[in-house]
């Protein structure tokens, strides 16, 4: 099975990627977390997207799509959660050449809604541990819950750089929930609620 995480920043895409890799054992990839390796790496593609990455904007589509067709291929077979990729309709275009190719499909796009007022706040006091990964909030402390790392703020959680996130989420992102629901495979849940909420609601989905 092979799904797709729709949503607005800080809609609650890499909570609930966290969750449902450890009931269903997904391979969990996300287009941020493997760009932002490869910028704390300081490779030459890492050095390229930060500078659209502290902006707020997207890394170009070939770029992108040429790193999630390297790692779909690594492991044809896999079962995959795909979180913040597709992000265009280019992206999404090419996503499915690619699983086809494969012999695979995607079964579903899962479409995380949540208030725009909220997701500022949700963004600014986001926090994210260094080592493991694991997302939390300031107020957990600037120690990790989980492995004991360092939690840090992204280079990107500023108010500036999160307004610009959302403008190109509307502009470039939310024609997929068109795409998906045209293709029927869109299911959409409420974000607003907490992540046990929504964890259950999309777990209710796919059983
Ligand atoms: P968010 O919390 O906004 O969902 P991500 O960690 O998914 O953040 O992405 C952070 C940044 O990485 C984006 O603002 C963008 O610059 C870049 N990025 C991630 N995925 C993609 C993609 N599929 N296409 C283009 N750029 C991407
Ligand atoms: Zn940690």
């Known amino acids: 099975m092979n799904i797709v995480l729709l949503g607005a920043p800080g809609a609650g895409k890499g909570t609930q990627a966290e969750k449902l890799v450890s009931e269903y054992g997904f391979t969990h990839l996300s287009t941020g977390d493997v760009l932002r390796a490869a910028v704390a790496e300081g490779t030459p593609l890492g050095l390229e997207a930060k ?70 706040d949700r963004m600014c006091s986001r926090r994210c541990c260094r080592d493991c990964g694991a997302i939390g909030n300031v107020s957990d402390g600037p120690t990790c819950p989980k492995c004991g790392g360092e939690m840090y703020q992204r280079d990107d959680d500023n108010e500036e750089t999160v307004r610009n996130r959302i403008e190109v989420y509307n502009k470039q992102t939310s024609p997929l929930i068109d795409y998906y629901h045209g293709n029927g495979i869109l299911v959409e849940v409420d974000g607003n609620k907490t992540p046990d909420e929504v964890f259950s609601a999309i777990c209710d989905v796919l059983s």
């Open 51 to 120: 500078k659209y990455m502290d902006a707020g904007d997207l890394v170009p589509d070939e770029v992108v799509v040429g790193l999630v067709e390297e790692t779909l291929k690594a492991d044809p077979e896999g079962s995959y959660l795909l979180d913040g990729f597709p992000r265009t309709p280019t992206q999404a275009v090419s996503l499915d050449t690619v699983l086809s190719n494969l012999g695979q499909e995607l079964d579903y796009a899962i479409a995380l809604q949540v208030d725009m007022e909220s997701v500022v």
